[in-house]
């Protein structure tokens, strides 16, 4: 199942990629998008659902005229988990500067459906909460 599991993170990371969408399908009803280990992050911890996670990213993005994001790499973690580490960079809206934001997403799946995405900034702290090293 680690396999399949780090294929479906995979895939479903190279489609948010490419469409800046998420497909239901791969999530569960109840889906956890879970802020509270992205250091200094301010506001909400949690979201619940793909309707609060594309509020959160239409809201996310929203600062930004052009935004991508890049698979650094993905790690079967086991139990279920799998760690992807991304770099995400977006040109500010009027203007000519470009942000980066490099973190992990220790993403957990329950018979091939995402429960939970807890993101970890520094990236490596994704890695290490799984007993992993980069």
């Not at 569960?28 to 509020?55: C, H, K, M, V, Y």
């Not at 809201?59 to 279920?80: C, F, K, L, M, R």
Request: glycine letters at 10%; aromatic letters at 12%; one cysteine or more.
């Amino acid at each position: 199942m680690s396999q399949e599991n780090v294929e479906i993170v995979r895939r479903m990371l190279s489609e948010f990629g490419e469409t800046h969408q998420v497909s239901a399908e791969a999530f569960a009803p109840d889906f956890i998008w879970d802020l509270s280990t992205f250091q200094g992050w301010p506001g909400r911890q949690q979201f619940t659902g793909i309707g609060e996670f594309n509020e959160f990213f239409a809201s996310w993005t929203e600062p930004y005229s052009e935004w991508t994001q890049e698979i650094v790499g993905i790690h079967d973690a086991g139990q279920n988990q799998v760690v992807g580490t991304i770099c995400q960079r977006g040109r500010l809206r009027d203007s000519g500067s470009w942000v980066d934001l490099h973190y992990g997403l220790l993403w957990t799946l329950k018979d091939g459906v995402i429960q939970r995405a807890q993101l970890y900034t520094p990236p490596e702290e994704a890695l290490k909460a799984v007993g992993l090293s980069d």
